[in-house]
């Protein structure tokens, strides 16, 4: 993944602000060429009242002008293809971190469960009864109301927050190709099962971009 740059709204990876570096430079030159083109024609009648024989040399500059400006926005939109190419590209390796965070998250999970069957399995045979894990209320709504316990205790093991963590990284993976492929956020299939989840920096800043 391109190294990103952060600013005061948005994260920008390197590649993007290279490409749209480009897409600038091409359109002030087009701004230039253009205001160049109407100076010398605001300028034309006074300097053709002092010498007719000028009005084809600067009809034929301000002509120039005006297509050096159209050159240069045609560049400036080539240019934008590569930003689009470049956003995509960083949506594209920003899923696939997610995908190696989940996969990392569920290894640990998986030998911390190993693990705790063990040391229960040996409790067991040193006490004879068997040791369950102890979690506190979780939170729950009743009409309407969202009730958090304040009892202090874990209300999932280490574990179980891996697993979730997991599953919330493949959904984030899953709605940032989602992305990719739609150009929008809007309409994620997932995302009534899977309730609220907040679009990931470099996917909400290429949406931003709205060059998707």
């Known amino acids: 993944?391109?190294?990103p740059t952060q600013t005061a709204?948005?994260?920008?990876?390197?590649?993007v602000a290279k490409a749209q570096a480009v897409v600038d430079k091409w359109t002030e030159k087009a701004?230039?060429?253009?205001e160049e083109a109407q100076r010398v024609d605001r300028e034309s009648g006074a300097q053709i009242l002092e010498n007719p024989a000028a009005a084809e040399?600067?009809?034929t500059k301000v002509l120039t002008l005006e297509r050096q400006a159209r050159a240069y926005d045609s560049a400036a939109t080539e240019a934008k293809a590569q930003v689009r190419k470049a956003w995509q590209d960083?949506?594209?390796?920003?899923?696939?971190?997610?995908?190696k965070s989940a996969v990392s998250m569920r290894r640990e999970a998986e030998k911390i469960e190993a693990d705790a069957v063990k040391l229960i399995d040996k409790l067991e045979q040193l006490q004879g009864v068997r040791y369950v894990p102890k979690v506190g209320q979780a939170t729950h709504v009743d009409a309407g109301n969202v009730y958090r316990p304040d009892d202090g205790?874990?209300?999932?093991?280490?574990?179980?927050?891996?697993?979730a963590r997991a599953a919330g990284a493949e959904s984030q993976a899953k709605l940032a190709r989602w992305v990719l492929e739609?150009?929008?956020?809007s309409s994620f299939p997932g995302q009534p099962t899977l309730g609220y989840l907040t679009t990931l920096p470099i996917t909400q800043a290429a949406l931003?971009?709205?060059l998707l």
């Not at 709204?9 to 390197?14: F, K």
């Not at 701004?31 to 253009?34: H, K, L, Y």
């Not at 960083?90 to 995908?99: G, Q, V």
């Not at 739609?182 to 956020?185: E, L």
């Open 57 to 59: 040399k600067i009809t």
């Open 1 to 3: 993944m391109s190294t």
């Open 208 to 210: 931003n971009s709205g």
């Open 90 to 99: 960083a949506i594209a390796a920003e899923a696939k971190e997610l995908d």
């Open 9 to 15: 709204d948005q994260t920008i990876p390197n590649a």
């Open 153 to 163: 205790a874990a209300r999932e093991t280490r574990s179980q927050d891996l697993e």
């Open 31 to 34: 701004s230039a060429a253009r």
């Open 182 to 185: 739609t150009g929008s956020a």
